[in-house]
């Protein structure tokens, strides 16, 4: 718009547009490679600043320099515009210096996007007379723009007036006129000139008005219109160049000063520290690596310490967090009493099994002592929870240790005597262990000290036993290495050994007094006395006129021979008889002739045999058996050990000494023949020998004698007990 202004203030008076009397033929070429008007068109310019292209059916030729000859080109008839001419020659004559650039121009960088060509060579083409506008609109001339492409040469003249050509998909005109073929000199002077109109103001109003696809009847008029948009569109592409160099920050130099003056706004900007990174040499590629390798080095080294000291504020937080709360709790007691620990040593995970945060603490340096004495030889300590891994270690007063291992294996220890000890237990806490509980892990440690005095029990097995049977007393495991005791009217071989403790057997004579009887038993320094009830037996008796009729052999209480009285005086092994029993000596059926306690008496009167009292009779303290056939098989009634086997002569025989254990032996008189011999151990059930025509049976405890059918036939309860 401002260019129409000021070329209407050029003119002195508004000229008519002329009439051209025929159309010349369009251009083969695209509208988007013809440069519109700014006013007439809203295609916008080409970036190269040509106006005209070669049609695309026509391949490009290469331009053909211009000579100072001047050519006259064909033209259709066309009346005469002396009114175009009149303007154009009122162009003043003092806007003729600002047209003309300087001599030397800076070259102006090409934008990305926008190529130029060669600068055209601009050669002085002599004007007719009638048109010195043409000289003046062609003689500025313009520096040469790198990287400017070459223009295309301008299209054939067209054909003579009648023949149109056909217009084609490339190219269609605009409003249905095809653009003028613009004449070699408005060629070069589009690629000529650069100054902008508003530097140069020499187009007129005429011009500015007229479109640029439109074909003027007069040759100046047309020349000068082209010349003007020509310079229109090189300035429009040089701004364009300007804005995007600037845009980019990319250009190396200034773009060069305009021919006329120029606004401020498109003055360049000059940046003093672009020119000193200019001026400063290029880094070398080993010089660019090292700088960022040093620079990844550096941030990397950052990103580590921003880790660590975001690391090491978690874990300041988790290690305030590993309170003691955190710590388990073991709870230990030893016979019923709960015990407190002396020491711990714990480790709280903080960060996994890496970092832990320790608890320690002696609670007490000497042991704790213990109010309660230990009553039970065998006592329980008891761990909760019980997956910890335990060590107990006990000594006795003299600093030796009597016990060593785990809390488990202690269930099973006895101990062997009363006394103080010291005992050290500590509890482990593994890693696997302690999955279930935070993975804490350490050690926790009691000490005490504690004194076992043991009180033995002591049981009476048999409160009530009857005359020629069997007392049994037990007393429970002692402390010390010494069997217990017993004192009392009755006679006893003492305590042996037994399954839990000790065990004593009383022998009750035939003739034992009836009621109760105190025995009193001590073990281990403790005294219990006991009462024992002996109740009478039923005893049958015979009365004989002549002693020829009494019972033979008869062996009494006082009768053994001394090679049998010396062995009931000797200890007595250990329990034979606990498995099996005892069983009868003979396997077929006998007579007892003579039965234990049975009392025969020769010429008693019959007041006496009424009242069974009288003096002279004799009471049997063993059992005389007659079997039902002469010499029948006998065997061993209980297991045990031959003390005795050989022929003792006159009444006795063949005699037999077995030992049954605890002082209990079997005696048999009158065998024709042996099967065993003095030192064998003899199972219940093995042939013991041959027996005559009666064999005298007794069975002892020490020196008592006790009925042995009761024995055989288990109804002695005493003996019952092991």
């Not at 059916?57 to 175009?84: D, E, F, H, L, N």
């Not at 300007?242 to 003055?267: V, Y």
């Not at 005791?485 to 065990?503: C, D, K, M, Q």
């Not at 109760?516 to 008796?541: F, H, I, K, M, Q």
Request: a negative charge; aromatic letters at 6%; one cysteine or more.
């Amino acid at each position: 718009m401002e260019e129409d202004k000021k070329s209407t203030a050029v003119q002195p008076e508004e000229a008519p547009k002329p009439k051209p009397r025929r159309r010349k033929a369009a251009s083969p070429q695209s509208a988007a490679d013809t440069p519109p008007s700014p006013t007439d068109s809203a295609e916008p310019p080409a970036a190269d600043g040509q106006t005209t292209k070669k049609p695309a059916a026509s391949p490009k030729k290469p331009r053909a320099k211009k000579t100072t000859k001047t050519t006259k080109t064909t033209k259709t008839a066309k009346p005469k515009t002396p009114k175009a001419a009149k303007t154009a020659k009122k162009a003043p004559a003092d806007e003729t210096p600002e047209r003309k650039a300087p001599a030397q121009e800076s070259p102006v960088p090409a934008a990305p996007g926008f190529e130029t060509g060669p600068e055209p060579k601009s050669e002085s083409k002599p004007e007719p007379p009638e048109t010195p506008a043409r000289e003046d609109a062609a003689a500025p001339t313009v520096p040469d723009v790198p990287s400017t492409p070459e223009l295309p040469e301008p299209a054939e003249r067209a054909e003579p007036a009648g023949t149109e050509p056909k217009p084609t998909a490339d190219a269609p005109a605009a409003d249905d006129t095809p653009a003028a073929e613009a004449p070699p000199e408005a060629a070069a002077a589009d690629t000529a000139v650069t100054d902008t109109p508003e530097q140069t103001g020499d187009v007129s109003a005429e011009d500015a008005a007229e479109p640029s696809g439109l074909v003027f009847s007069d040759d100046l008029a047309n020349d000068k219109a082209l010349a003007a948009e020509a310079a229109r569109m090189a300035n429009i592409s040089r701004t364009a160049q300007l804005s995007i160099a600037q845009i980019m920050a990319g250009l190396e130099e200034d773009p060069a000063p305009s021919a006329g003056p120029a606004p401020a706004s498109e003055a360049p900007q000059h940046d003093s520290a672009a020119d000193d990174e200019d001026d400063e040499p290029q880094d070398t590629i080993p010089q660019a690596l090292g700088r960022g390798v040093f620079g990844m080095f550096k941030w990397l080294l950052l990103v580590v310490l921003f880790v660590l000291i975001i690391a090491g504020g978690g874990v300041a937080w988790l290690y305030r967090s590993a309170t003691p709360d955190m710590l388990p709790e073991v709870k230990v007691t030893f016979d019923g009493q709960e015990l407190a620990p002396t020491a711990y040593k714990w480790h709280v995970p903080v960060v996994g099994s890496f970092f832990r945060r320790t608890y320690a603490e002696t609670l007490n340096s000497s042991p704790v002592v213990l109010e309660d004495a230990i009553s039970d030889a065998s006592p329980d300590i008891i761990v909760t929870p019980s997956d910890y891994s335990t060590q107990l270690t006990i000594t006795d007063a003299d600093k030796e240790t009597v016990y060593e291992g785990s809390v488990t294996g202690f269930r099973s220890y006895l101990f062997a005597e009363n006394g103080t000890f010291d005992a050290k237990l500590v509890v482990t806490a593994s890693d696997s262990a302690a999955e279930d509980r935070s993975s804490v892990t350490g050690t926790e440690t009691w000490q005490f000290r504690f004194t076992v005095s043991i009180k033995p029990s002591v049981t009476l097995c048999t409160p009530t036993v009857q005359q020629g049977s069997v007392a049994a007393v037990r007393v429970g495991s002692t402390m010390s290495r010494t069997e217990p005791t017993l004192t009392g009217p009755l006679e006893s071989t003492g305590f042996v050994r037994a399954a839990n403790g000790w065990i004593c057997y009383l022998p009750i004579p035939w003739n034992a007094e009836i009621g109760n009887t105190e025995l009193t038993v001590t073990a281990d320094g403790y005294t219990e006395t006991l009462t024992l009830s002996v109740r009478a037996a039923s005893y049958s008796y015979k009365d004989y006129s002549t002693k020829s009729q009494l019972t033979s052999p008869y062996i009494g209480a006082d009768d053994a021979p001394d090679a049998v009285r010396r062995l009931l005086t000797t200890d007595g092994g250990e329990i034979q008889w606990a498995v099996g029993g005892f069983v009868q000596p003979f396997l077929d059926s006998f007579d007892t002739p003579l039965l234990y306690g049975m009392t025969e008496y020769v010429g008693r009167s019959y007041s006496e045999r009424s009242t069974n009292y009288g003096y002279g009779g004799r009471t049997s303290t063993n059992v005389v058996i007659k079997p039902k056939k002469s010499k029948d098989s006998m065997i061993v009634p209980a297991s045990g050990h031959v003390l005795l086997a050989e022929d003792l002569g006159g009444s006795y025989g063949y005699t037999v000494v077995i030992d049954h254990g605890a002082g209990l032996r079997s005696i048999f008189y009158g065998l024709t023949a042996l099967d065993v011999e003095a030192g064998d151990d003899v199972k219940q059930g093995q042939l013991l020998g041959t027996s005559g025509r009666t064999v005298v049976a007794e069975l002892r405890i020490g020196t008592v004698p006790i009925n042995p059918l009761l024995v055989w036939r288990g109804q002695c309860d005493g003996l019952k007990y092991y």
